[in-house]
């Protein structure tokens, strides 16, 4: 498709279970973000990746949060022993470049609910 | 660390009225770019209109306008003619010149309601 592709669209977990949350890129764009919007925040930003390089992860709540990004395209949000206060819309974005100017285009996300 | 500021949890306004949202922002980068994007229920984020702080004159695209105060670090959304399609969540957001590495600073949304 034309525009960033988030998968699932809802994901309903226990408590202590591990999720993964699978995001596709807008074709070319080599910078992806990940960000979370809790109810009734702003997003919060989590994690960014730009070509090969290393991915700033300073915005990763906790150590059960990490993603990876396979070929430079489709990224994965793994979030390990899940808690309640994880529940959130989790949205990604994409951006051809690295720069000021460039608009950030992102997915209809994936919506968590710990329960 | 640069923030955004929306102090309008929520706004209503007739259809076919002007409605303005506030944004408010802190930095201390010379260059940057700022952002509105507006989200509907979809979930989806739609870039509505963006400026960058070297330029004067204010942005528009069709119905929506910014005015852009640099001195004040003010960065208000317009609103022409409403129309039921524009509620949603929008969102200010803000992107420096050191942003190689630094992702958009969002505010924490204004929820606009049309009236019919």
């Known amino acids: ?115 | 660390a640069q923030t955004v500021t929306q102090s309008q949890p929520e706004m209503s306004v007739q259809e076919a009225e002007t409605v303005t949202l506030s944004c408010t922002y802190d930095t201390s980068e010379s260059d940057y770019y700022l952002f509105w994007y507006k989200q509907p229920p979809s979930r989806q984020m739609i870039l509505v209109i963006r400026q960058e702080a070297y330029k004067q004159q204010n942005a528009t695209e069709n119905r929506f306008s910014v005015n852009f105060q640099k001195a004040a670090k003010s960065f208000s959304l317009k609103i022409s003619d409403s129309q039921l399609g524009d509620a949603a969540m929008y969102f200010c957001a803000y992107r420096g010149e050191n942003s190689g590495n630094t992702p958009l600073v969002f505010g924490k949304g204004t929820r606009l309601s049309v009236i019919a």
């Open chain 1, 1 to 115: 498709g034309a525009g960033v592709s988030q998968s699932p669209s809802n994901k309903v977990t226990e408590k202590g279970k591990d999720v993964e949350l699978r995001c596709d890129p807008i074709s070319g764009h080599t910078a992806l973000y990940w960000y979370r919007q809790s109810l009734g925040q702003g997003l919060e930003f989590l994690i960014y990746f730009q070509g090969n390089s290393a991915p700033d992860k300073s915005g990763l709540p906790s150590d059960r949060f990490s993603a990876e990004r396979t070929g430079g395209s489709v990224s994965t949000l793994t979030i390990q022993r899940t808690q309640q206060e994880d529940s959130a819309v989790y949205l990604c974005a994409s951006s051809r470049r690295v720069i000021m100017a460039s608009p950030l285009h992102f997915g209809n996300g994936t919506r968590l609910t710990v329960t």
